[in-house]
């Protein structure tokens, strides 16, 4: 079926620090979404691409949708403490009505 | 508060037991999906239901089941229960499908001793 492939698994992260992962699947998809989960709680959505090649922003986080529909990345610039936690690339499949196929997630956390 | 609300947030049962968890999605949302988190396997989508009808089901295993009701809350049901079903169970919901993403729930914590 198809996969989601998301690295780094986990990072470590000063405060300041930007921050990049990625996603890449070996299918096209034409949603690509970022989400961070907290823990104790569901995945919170902070970035859809809709467009190949689309760069999007929310504050400081930066997510592009890669030129070939295989691939994403998501950026953090100037980390803070509360990044610190588990960010998920999903692809939507089937269509408009379709649903999520799921990273297995970045885990990050702060440099002891 | 996400507006989806799962309960319960914990439950602890024993092998061989069934369980219902249950989901009250958004207001407004149409569609309601079931994920499961465990630690080594991320985020596996269970089912889709859309205005009370199935609409895709993905790595659910015959034991368990679940459905849309009128009021467009979603029970699943977890039967036989096993070691392995120890896991967070998620419950999203959307108003039309996916390409707008999903609100979750904060997740059922099933512990299965």
């Known amino acids: 079926g198809q996969q989601l492939n998301q690295s780094p698994q986990s990072m470590f992260i000063q405060e300041g620090e930007d921050v990049s992962m990625n996603c890449t699947s070996s299918?096209?998809?034409?949603?690509w979404l970022w989400y961070k989960q907290d823990p104790g709680e569901g995945p919170v959505l902070l970035i859809a691409l809709y467009k190949a090649g689309e760069l999007t922003s929310n504050g400081r986080l930066t997510a592009q949708f890669g030129i070939t529909r295989k691939d994403s990345f998501l950026n953090i610039s100037a980390s803070i403490p509360s990044d610190v936690g588990i960010y998920f690339c999903?692809?939507?499949?089937?269509?408009?009505?379709?649903?999520?196929?799921f990273g297995k997630g970045t885990k990050l956390s702060v440099k002891p | 508060d996400s507006g989806v609300t799962q309960t319960p947030k914990h439950l602890i049962t024993a092998t061989g037991q069934r369980v219902t968890l249950r989901c009250s999605p958004r207001?407004?949302?149409?569609?309601v999906y079931w994920y499961q988190q465990s630690l080594d396997q991320g985020l596996q989508f269970l089912i889709q239901y859309y205005n009370g009808e199935e609409r895709a089901k993905g790595n659910i295993l015959e034991r368990f089941s679940a459905q849309q009701f009128p009021d467009l809350h979603s029970e699943l049901n977890l039967s036989s229960l096993e070691l392995g079903d120890s896991a967070l169970y998620f419950c999203?919901?959307?108003?039309?499908?996916?390409?707008?993403?999903?609100?979750f729930g904060s997740g059922t914590r099933l512990t299965v001793v």
């Open positions: 999203a919901s959307s108003v039309v499908a996916g390409s707008y993403g999903y609100t």
């Open positions: 999903a692809g939507l499949v089937g269509g408009s009505q379709g649903n999520l196929i």
């Open positions: 299918s096209i998809f034409n949603t």
């Open positions: 207001s407004g949302d149409l569609s």
